[in-house]
């Protein structure tokens, strides 16, 4: 059988011919690799210089290959967060005519770490509860979606910085199914698994000493579970409220909103008697900021990052002589906004030197700089100013914590 590349862009297969299909990952040279941190997986893994792109290629049969690359272009075509699928490699043969095993090719998702690089330093207990937050958010979307992942766990999620925060992505698709909705046991089923691994993977870290003492591998197996449901209870409930308050009704979809997520779909019941009425979000989909950032300004980010960039950008907007919300003469937010990122956003981020930038993109940085300047206001108890918070951010804060980032990809291969 001749090898087959099956790509989803007609550049990548010219790309990826160039890599060493008829070697076993294992055996190939170190020139086409690009030394990431890398999770545990049960398939040989490896990151590979392909044109200008990184990517993950992994090494697994060939059906449980070409499936794991359709559910993956189904999770891209409905907006989960996961890493992008690229293409399959078949007809593999080493120098001998032998058969090789397939491979998934992915892109390399930029920034992002494995849970266990980033516990190569010891993780503080409140940066743990922020993991949780963010798989539990991951964990909730895909169900919302009709994804059963089929094993959930650190292992198989790539995290990246998130204004603070961190954002979860799905890396590992091999045991999912999409349906058209999930039953509660499906959702219980795919939850159990979570806890069960998740607390497995703990134990692992406590047995090698990098948990924080005071970390219960247990107690956080069980903290996804919590906060699932908490989550899940507020995207999904039903409420009852007394006819004619229907602001109740706008505060609760604000309250989604300030989650994350967007209404798309809802249902409103009248009661007979006419005394109550019922309220359900039917469809819920996230990036309620994401989409509204894109929107005005075509910045693409993190959702809290969306959310921290929205906030300094209104407060921008109220200090322009053109802005005027309640005057159809006044200027158009959409105006103000594209004025905002070519005077403030991208001349704030190109201050910061790109050598200082380790593998933070620009919504990150510029994140940074507005926590640095509030830090540094609150010190000085009156407005520091964004240029002088830049200036102390570049001379003391980048080169110390440069090192705790993980490698850029584009920095590895300049390298």
Known sequence: MALQISATNPEHPALLLELPWHLPLEEWPEHHLVPLPRGISRHVVRYARAGDEVVAV??????PALREYELLRDLDRIGIPAVDALGVVTGRLDEAGDPL??????RHLGGSMPYRSM???TMRPATMHRLMDALAVLLVRLHLAGFAWGDCS???????RDA???AAYLVDAETGDLHARLSTGQREYDLDLARVNI?????DLEASG???PSVDPIDFGNEICSRYHRLWKELTRRSVYPAGKYHYIERRIRRLNDLGFDVAEMQIEHADNGDTVTFVPKVVDAGHHQRQLLRLTGLDTEENQARRLLTDLESWMATQDDYAPD????ARPEVLAHRWVREVFRPTVRAVPLELRGSMDPAEIYHQLLEHRWYLSERAQHDIGLDTAVKDYIDNVLPKTLALLPPKADDVIAD
């Open 164 to 166: 603070g925060a961190y």
């Open 210 to 212: 990098a948990l924080h």
């Open 199 to 203: 607390s497995g993977e703990l134990l």
């Open 101 to 106: 095993e397939p491979v998934l090719i992915t």
């Open 327 to 330: 005057d159809p003469l006044g």
């Open 58 to 63: 992994k090494e697994l049969a060939e059906r």
């Open 154 to 160: 650190l292992s198989n999620t790539l995290f990246r």
């Open 119 to 121: 516990f190569e330093t």
